[in-house]
């Protein structure tokens, strides 16, 4: 079964542009959640997809959206980025949206803001 | 205060010796309980879930103290494939996660 996958696999932008990092998840797996681990933080929630739907988001501000395909795909979408966004982005999936499913991780994404 | 909780370590322990980390949640609504394990530069991955009656997958037992409002994991007969960071991760419900920090495990030989 493939699990999770993530491309790029690296990014570098500079200030000021635009970033977009998609997901592929598990088959069978409707929900995707997307995170932000910068170096030497924790794990940072960003979005939680569902049946196409954005159904939550962390404390981040709007610049940070994405959306979810009819496949259950999923695009992170990053304007105007900023240096501070230099960072390792997790998308992951679950089975359900439930919080009792584990969730399983892709390679990520490292994005490198110049 | 902080939703989790989690020694950064790093715990140094040689090979076969047994470890212990406990992880503190302040949600007392929290529902359901994982430990993940992370390698350097790569993606986290599920090693177990935490029961309400405790646990064990081989060398690994986690346990949930809800009085206390912690988790613990603990690791006989450290492997050098131990090493790595362990995450505690709680969910609340509304797939609402929250992840610590993480604990660095090296196990020397």
């Known amino acids: 079964e493939a699990g999770v996958t993530q491309s790029p696999t690296h990014l570098i932008k500079t200030r000021g542009q635009q970033a977009t990092l998609r997901c592929s998840p598990i088959s069978g797996h409707t929900s995707v959640y997307w995170y932000q681990q910068a170096l030497g933080l924790g794990l940072q929630f960003l979005l939680w997809y569902d049946e196409g739907e954005e159904r939550n988001r962390g404390n981040f501000p709007p610049r940070f959206s994405g959306r979810q395909f009819p496949n259950y795909s999923s695009e992170l979408n990053v304007n105007a980025l900023e240096l501070e966004d230099s960072a390792l982005y997790l998308c992951?999936?679950?089975?359900?949206?439930?919080?009792?499913?584990?969730?399983?991780f892709g390679d990520g994404t490292r994005l490198s803001i110049l | 205060r902080k939703e989790v909780e989690q020694d950064p370590g790093p715990f140094n322990v040689p090979e076969g010796a047994t470890v212990a980390f406990n992880c503190t949640y302040s949600n007392s609504a929290s529902q359901s309980f994982f430990w993940y394990r992370q390698d350097c530069r790569k993606e986290p991955k599920l090693l177990m879930s935490v029961y309400s009656s405790g646990n064990e997958d081989g060398r690994f037992t986690a346990q949930l103290n809800r009085a206390s409002q912690y988790i613990s994991l603990l690791i006989r007969d450290s492997k050098l494939s131990d090493s790595a960071t362990y995450l505690c991760?709680?969910?609340?419900?509304?797939?609402?996660?929250?992840f610590g920090t993480g604990t660095r495990l090296t196990v020397i030989p």
């Open positions: 992951a999936s679950s089975f359900e949206g439930l919080s009792n499913q584990p969730q399983h």
């Open positions: 991760v709680f969910g609340t419900g509304a797939n609402n996660l929250f």
